[in-house]
């Protein structure tokens, strides 16, 4: 019987694809983050809104951008943390 869990192969070639891995993920979640909608600014800091004081709720494109921003932070991470486990 081998001791080992997961192949070593396995791990070498995880070691190659995964800062490429990263790059992608980062560069999507940095693209994910300029495409939201912009907020109230400094104002709202200081008690002023600038829209009114009414919360909109997000509907549409503007709610797969949100949703596909938490998904790639924590794809992002996960792999951050998979590097560290495996260096």
Do not use: C, H, W
Not at 11 to 39: C, D, E, H, N, T
Not at 67 to 84: D, E, M, P
Request: hydrophobic share 55%; charged share 10%; no cysteine.
């Amino acid at each position: 019987m081998t001791t080992d869990v997961i192949p070593l192969y396995t791990i070498k070639m995880l070691l190659i694809i995964l800062p490429y891995f990263q790059i992608v993920v980062s560069i999507l979640l940095i693209a994910a983050i300029l495409l939201q909608k912009r907020g109230a600014g400094l104002s709202a800091a200081f008690g002023g809104s600038a829209d009114g004081g009414s919360y909109a709720t997000k509907r549409g494109l503007e709610k797969i951008v949100f949703n596909a921003t938490i998904v790639l932070a924590g794809l992002f991470l996960f792999s951050a943390f998979l590097n560290l486990l495996l260096k």
